[in-house]
């Protein structure tokens, strides 16, 4: 379930922790599991060089090794996942039926940590279901919806509707909608009138086998996993219940998953409401509010106008974006990382076309690093905004 | 080649006429060395063979012995002509490629001799289809000379253990390595593909490995572009014997059971890519 969404999958020691994002960076996904997760953890080495071995791997390098998810189940007996940053190798060594062994010994790049910001706990809403009944809700929908409508609707009734763009035309596009009851769901904290739309599309990717579970079995999905599906399926199949987590139209949408050995994340982009563009920002200059007009969608100076709040001017028409933080990497990690640093620090990512407000992923702050840095001067005001 | 002189009065003109109750069983073997669009039909009084070659460095053979056949009759020592194995195959498969098990296609192959065209007459469910099909002069075909004198190393193995690996090669690796010795890891197929190595071990003593005869370590490597094609043979095959000569050559004999339960061999022989002697991580 982790294929669609990304391109690159980070692996972090001492909790294995696997994380991808897009490359629009409008979606970021982590399974992270407790060492009890595996039958065997063993982190060696002495502390500073666990701090060392986070690394990225081609996703596509990491789910060959897992290719057939049938077969697995049947051939495989033990899976052993090394990591040699020595030979900057991962090892990932299968036991099989009939005493064979297969070996992949895969690359892999030293990066930072990556991680999304997000906070569960400021989101205004929150369902709880099986994953069965999103499952089947979600079926409904075609195979080539790209956004869908989340909405608390009167009775406690929750709905799921295909989002149609303001553009398409009334008579060709076909509307579906479906209405979930309250007691589908094991717990339903919702703001009445709430609504978010997300995308599905961007998550499509032809066939990838979720990760296999050694606590049951999986069946084999009928169809390509799609991410949130494919998260959908990985869930069923481990018989844990979904948890969403929602906000306004704008900020991101966190589905997850959690048991004892396994928390599984994943955080997507919403659409933003152009409705709400007429609202002035809250007086603290964070707000929850709206992307900019499209002119600035992709305009990634007025983006970080934006981010210092000193530099809002009043009826500017640049509205502060974003909501999460970003981090910088503390300058004295080693030359070698600096390439992803900045990779990591050129956080805004907007999916072409589309209003929706971008995730922040910073680099976590390694001890004593430093906040917000200089490196968001503005260099040149825009000049579009009305006065 | 001289044509065929029948006496007159024998009956049939062909040097080689055969009946099939079932095409399924030419068919698919055909299609285990259909790698190239040509091959060479050889038929003797034991069968027929068919070989497809490219690069100069490999070579399929399919072999149906006469008795898979209901009637195989060969007026000569040695028939042999090439076709067009893609057109063969067409006809072979005109009613469609699904197994339905109530209506097998059947089959009546005729030839004439050189430079007559090859005539099917395929018929399903009443049904009667003719092909003609025109044949050449045969190649010049590589003698690999793998005798089993020449063997240095031997395994039989089931293909089941294989047949997934086969297909799951990466294919980004240029080669495909096989290593073979007494000592571990015994048997070994690795890959280097972009993304980084891959070793598939089968121990000695595994429930797969049916023979193992290894007197040295060897280590070759073989254009994976070209054996990926055998993976088809692989398939079909219930056996493969993977045998290694002095020089590096490969030598991949599968054992097909058809749904009669008769049996037909295929095999692969390749040359090796580069030769190392040492055993290589």
């Given at each position: 379930?982790?294929?669609?969404v990304?391109?690159?999958?980070?692996?972090?020691?001492?909790?294995?922790s696997?994380?991808a994002?897009?490359?629009s960076?409008s979606?970021?996904?982590?399974f992270?599991?407790?060492?009890?997760?595996?039958?065997?953890?063993?982190?060696s080495g002495?502390?500073?060089?666990?701090?060392?071995?986070?690394?990225k791997?081609l996703?596509?390098?990491?789910?060959?090794?897992?290719?057939s998810?049938?077969s697995?189940?049947?051939?495989?007996?033990?899976?052993?996942?090394?990591?040699?940053?020595?030979a900057?190798?991962?090892v990932?060594?299968?036991?099989?039926?009939y005493g064979?062994?297969?070996?992949?010994?895969?690359?892999?790049?030293?990066?930072?940590?990556?991680?999304?910001?997000?906070?569960?706990?400021?989101?205004?809403?929150?369902?709880?279901?099986p994953?069965?009944?999103?499952?089947e809700?979600?079926?409904?929908?075609?195979?080539t919806?790209?956004?869908v409508?989340l909405?608390?609707?009167?009775g406690?009734?929750i709905s799921?509707?295909?989002?149609?763009?303001?553009?398409?035309e009334p008579?060709?596009?076909m509307v579906?909608?479906?209405w979930?009851?309250?007691d589908?769901?094991q717990?339903a904290?919702?703001?009445?009138?709430?609504?978010?739309t997300f995308?599905l599309?961007?998550?499509?990717?032809?066939?990838?086998?979720?990760?296999?579970?050694?606590?049951?079995?999986?069946?084999?999905?009928?169809q390509p996993?799609?991410c949130?599906?494919?998260?959908?399926?990985?869930?069923?199949?481990s018989?844990?219940?979904?948890?969403v987590?929602y906000?306004v139209?704008?900020?991101?949408?966190i589905?997850?998953?959690?048991d004892?050995v396994?928390?599984?994340h994943?955080?997507?982009a919403t659409?933003?409401?152009?409705?709400?563009?007429l609202?002035?920002?809250?007086a603290?200059g964070?707000s929850?509010?709206?992307?900019?007009?499209?002119?600035?969608?992709?305009?990634l100076?007025?983006?970080?106008?934006?981010?210092?709040p000193?530099?809002?001017?009043?009826?500017?028409?640049?509205?502060?974006?974003?909501?999460?933080?970003?981090?910088i990497?503390?300058p004295a990690e080693?030359?070698?990382?600096?390439?992803?640093?900045?990779?990591?620090r050129a956080?805004?990512?907007?999916p072409?076309?589309?209003?929706?407000r971008?995730?922040?992923?910073g680099?976590?702050l390694?001890p004593g690093?430093?906040g917000l840095?200089?490196?968001?001067?503005?260099?040149?005001?825009?000049?579009?905004?009305?006065? | 080649?001289?044509?065929?002189?029948r006496?007159p009065?024998s009956g049939?003109?062909?040097?080689l006429?055969?009946?099939?109750?079932n095409?399924r069983?030419?068919?698919?073997?055909?299609?285990?060395?259909?790698?190239?669009?040509?091959?060479?039909?050889?038929?003797?009084v034991?069968?027929l063979?068919?070989?497809?070659?490219?690069?100069?460095?490999?070579?399929?053979?399919?072999f149906?012995?006469?008795?898979?056949?209901?009637?195989?009759?060969?007026?000569e020592?040695?028939?042999t002509?090439?076709?067009?194995?893609s057109?063969?195959?067409?006809?072979l498969t005109?009613f469609?490629?699904s197994?339905?098990?109530g209506?097998?296609?059947?089959l009546?192959?005729c030839y004439?001799?050189?430079s007559?065209?090859?005539?099917?007459?395929?018929?399903?469910?009443?049904?009667?289809t003719?092909?003609?099909i025109?044949?050449?002069?045969p190649d010049e075909?590589l003698?690999?000379?793998?005798?089993s004198?020449n063997?240095?190393n031997?395994?039989?193995l089931?293909s089941?253990?294989l047949?997934e690996?086969?297909?799951?090669?990466?294919?980004?690796?240029e080669?495909?390595q096989?290593?073979?010795?007494?000592?571990?890891?015994?048997?070994r197929?690795?890959?280097?593909?972009?993304?980084g190595?891959a070793?598939?071990?089968?121990?000695?003593?595994?429930?797969?490995?049916e023979a193992f005869?290894?007197n040295?370590?060897?280590?070759?490597?073989?254009k994976i572009?070209?054996l990926?094609?055998?993976?088809?043979?692989?398939?079909?095959s219930?056996?493969?014997?993977?045998?290694?000569?002095?020089?590096?050559?490969?030598s991949?004999q599968?054992?097909?059971?058809?749904?009669?339960?008769?049996?037909?061999?295929?095999?692969?022989y390749?040359c090796?890519?580069?030769?190392?002697?040492?055993?290589?991580?």
């Amino acid at each position: 379930s982790l294929c669609p969404v990304h391109s690159v999958m980070s692996v972090c020691p001492p909790q294995l922790s696997l994380r991808a994002v897009n490359s629009s960076r409008s979606a970021f996904a982590s399974f992270l599991f407790a060492p009890l997760f595996f039958q065997l953890y063993e982190a060696s080495g002495p502390p500073p060089h666990l701090e060392l071995c986070r690394c990225k791997v081609l996703m596509k390098s990491f789910l060959g090794v897992f290719r057939s998810l049938p077969s697995l189940e049947k051939t495989v007996g033990k899976c052993l996942i090394l990591l040699k940053p020595r030979a900057s190798r991962l090892v990932v060594q299968l036991h099989c039926k009939y005493g064979v062994t297969k070996t992949h010994n895969l690359t892999f790049q030293e990066c930072e940590r990556l991680q999304a910001v997000f906070d569960t706990q400021r989101c205004a809403s929150s369902l709880c279901a099986p994953a069965r009944v999103l499952a089947e809700a979600v079926v409904h929908f075609p195979q080539t919806l790209a956004e869908v409508t989340l909405a608390a609707g009167p009775g406690g009734k929750i709905s799921l509707r295909n989002h149609v763009e303001d553009e398409a035309e009334p008579g060709k596009t076909m509307v579906t909608e479906l209405w979930l009851a309250e007691d589908e769901f094991q717990m339903a904290a919702v703001a009445p009138g709430s609504r978010i739309t997300f995308c599905l599309k961007e998550f499509r990717v032809s066939s990838c086998p979720a990760l296999p579970s050694p606590m049951s079995p999986l069946s084999p999905p009928p169809q390509p996993p799609l991410c949130p599906q494919g998260l959908l399926t990985f869930a069923e199949a481990s018989n844990l219940p979904l948890t969403v987590h929602y906000d306004v139209p704008g900020r991101p949408v966190i589905f997850t998953l959690e048991d004892a050995v396994l928390e599984v994340h994943l955080v997507l982009a919403t659409l933003s409401d152009p409705e709400s563009n007429l609202q002035p920002p809250t007086a603290n200059g964070v707000s929850h509010l709206p992307a900019p007009s499209d002119d600035f969608a992709d305009d990634l100076e007025s983006y970080m106008i934006a981010m210092e709040p000193s530099t809002y001017e009043e009826g500017s028409g640049v509205p502060p974006i974003p909501t999460f933080p970003l981090c910088i990497p503390d300058p004295a990690e080693s030359d070698t990382e600096e390439e992803e640093e900045e990779e990591e620090r050129a956080v805004l990512g907007t999916p072409p076309h589309k209003k929706f407000r971008s995730l922040f992923f910073g680099s976590v702050l390694t001890p004593g690093g430093r906040g917000l840095a200089p490196t968001l001067e503005v260099l040149a005001e825009d000049s579009d905004g009305e006065y | 080649m001289p044509l065929s002189a029948r006496p007159p009065g024998s009956g049939e003109p062909y040097v080689l006429s055969a009946s099939l109750d079932n095409a399924r069983h030419l068919s698919s073997l055909l299609r285990a060395v259909h790698f190239q669009d040509h091959a060479t039909c050889f038929a003797t009084v034991n069968g027929l063979k068919v070989t497809v070659e490219d690069a100069k460095c490999i070579q399929a053979n399919a072999f149906i012995q006469a008795e898979v056949f209901q009637e195989f009759d060969v007026q000569e020592d040695s028939v042999t002509f090439r076709i067009n194995l893609s057109v063969l195959l067409d006809c072979l498969t005109i009613f469609g490629t699904s197994a339905l098990p109530g209506t097998p296609t059947a089959l009546r192959m005729c030839y004439r001799g050189y430079s007559y065209p090859l005539m099917l007459f395929l018929e399903e469910g009443g049904v009667v289809t003719v092909c003609k099909i025109n044949t050449q002069e045969p190649d010049e075909l590589l003698d690999f000379d793998f005798c089993s004198t020449n063997v240095v190393n031997k395994v039989i193995l089931q293909s089941e253990g294989l047949r997934e690996a086969f297909a799951e090669l990466d294919m980004t690796s240029e080669v495909l390595q096989i290593t073979m010795s007494p000592d571990k890891p015994y048997f070994r197929l690795s890959t280097f593909g972009n993304a980084g190595s891959a070793h598939l071990d089968y121990p000695r003593d595994s429930d797969l490995m049916e023979a193992f005869h290894c007197n040295q370590t060897q280590t070759n490597r073989y254009k994976i572009s070209l054996l990926k094609p055998s993976t088809k043979a692989l398939a079909l095959s219930c056996k493969v014997s993977i045998r290694t000569d002095a020089q590096g050559f490969l030598s991949l004999q599968y054992m097909i059971r058809n749904e009669d339960g008769q049996i037909c061999f295929v095999e692969y022989y390749c040359c090796p890519d580069e030769d190392i002697t040492d055993a290589e991580l």
